[in-house]
């Protein structure tokens, strides 16, 4: 265990729950494209995660099974492996969304090959001889994998208590997508960063990492909703802002960037630990109710439950 491991606080332990995949599944066809009526703006600054989240979960899949044989402990094995579960369910989920968005005249291609690019190429897997230099660039990623996570509870924590987003009439299916991912989101929220203090734990190469991802978010997540602004096929002169995003920020529609903003210092302290943010109970509470999460869980019964008498 590294010296950073040894200073920071125990998590929460009651909240540890068996981690596990749910197969859902959407039906795109009611839902619109501008799916938070009169409000494009807010729809395409979410949309965004549609973009992002397929490529950069897929990216999570492929460097954690890459770690896998240097995690000692079983606990955390099993979590990973979980995580690795949900991570690709994320993936699939937010895929099906973009040939719907083709059929609405919005076509992301354009957009993605950039993502993809990155997530491919540029935090891809390099040729490097065995050893010190490739076990870096494995520990450098997963750093970088918890530092994007801290934002991605985040995410899910706000949109499991964004009420403006019910009150605006926003589109039911995409609002259960939304909160299905971002529960389960903090309902894993320990494990990258608990997989970084297991393998490595540097401080420094935590702030580093902080800040590469950081800057990366926020620059792909305004040329992705500028994108889609640009190419809505309904608006004439379809542009994003920073204070349109202020704006909404301060109506509840989007994160506000004070709450963002004090975000940065809690990753950074020393003593922080992810089960510090949100809620488990809450997250818990929501999948137990999600249209999408029960149905993959009666599905799941279907199909394991035996067959009665007498059928084929």
């Known amino acids: 265990m590294s010296n950073t491991q040894a200073r920071l606080p125990k998590p929460v332990t009651s909240e540890h729950i068996a981690l596990k995949a749910r197969k859902v599944s959407f039906a795109w066809e009611e839902t619109p494209l501008h799916w938070i009526p009169g409000d494009p703006f807010t729809t395409h600054t979410i949309n965004v995660l549609h973009l992002l989240l397929p490529a950069g979960e897929r990216w999570f899949v492929h460097v954690y099974k890459q770690v896998l044989p240097y995690i000692e402990d079983d606990r955390l094995r099993?979590?990973?492996?979980?995580?690795?579960?949900?991570?690709?369910?994320?993936?699939?989920?937010?895929?099906?969304?973009?040939?719907?968005?083709?059929?609405?005249?919005?076509?992301?291609?354009?957009?993605?090959?950039?993502?993809?690019?990155?997530?491919?190429?540029?935090?891809?897997?390099?040729?490097?001889?065995?050893?010190?230099?490739?076990?870096?660039?494995?520990?450098?990623?997963?750093?970088?994998?918890?530092?994007?996570?801290?934002?991605?509870?985040?995410?899910?924590?706000?949109?499991?208590?964004?009420?403006?987003?019910?009150?605006?009439?926003?589109?039911?299916?995409?609002?259960?997508?939304?909160?299905?991912?971002?529960?389960?989101?903090?309902?894993?929220?320990?494990?990258?960063?608990?997989?970084?203090?297991?393998?490595?734990?540097?401080?420094?190469?935590?702030?580093?990492?902080?800040?590469?991802?950081?800057?990366?978010l926020v620059f792909l997540w305004q040329r992705g909703a500028r994108f889609f602004m640009a190419n809505d096929p309904t608006l004439e002169d379809g542009r994003a802002s920073w204070r349109e995003f202020l704006a909404k920020g301060r109506q509840g529609m989007l994160p506000t960037a004070g709450a963002m903003a004090r975000s940065i210092p809690r990753y950074l302290d020393r003593g922080y630990h992810p089960s510090q943010e949100g809620s488990t109970e809450q997250a818990v509470a929501y999948l137990a109710s999600s249209p999408a999460a029960l149905a993959a869980l009666a599905a799941e019964a279907r199909a394991t439950s035996p067959l009665p008498k007498g059928a084929a």
Not at 103 to 121: H, I, T
Not at 154 to 169: C, P
């Open 78 to 216: 099993e979590d990973v492996i979980g995580f690795i579960g949900q991570e690709a369910m994320h993936a699939q989920a937010h895929d099906e969304v973009l040939p719907h968005l083709k059929e609405l005249g919005l076509d992301p291609a354009p957009y993605l090959a950039q993502v993809d690019w990155l997530f491919e190429k540029l935090l891809g897997d390099r040729t490097l001889p065995p050893g010190r230099a490739r076990k870096w660039w494995l520990y450098e990623r997963v750093a970088l994998i918890a530092a994007i996570e801290h934002y991605t509870a985040f995410l899910g924590d706000w949109v499991l208590n964004a009420d403006s987003l019910d009150r605006k009439g926003a589109d039911p299916t995409m609002l259960d997508l939304l909160r299905w991912h971002g529960a389960e989101e903090v309902e894993h929220r320990s494990v990258a960063f608990e997989l970084f203090l297991h393998v490595d734990g540097s401080y420094s190469r935590r702030v580093r990492t902080w800040a590469t991802a950081f800057s990366a």
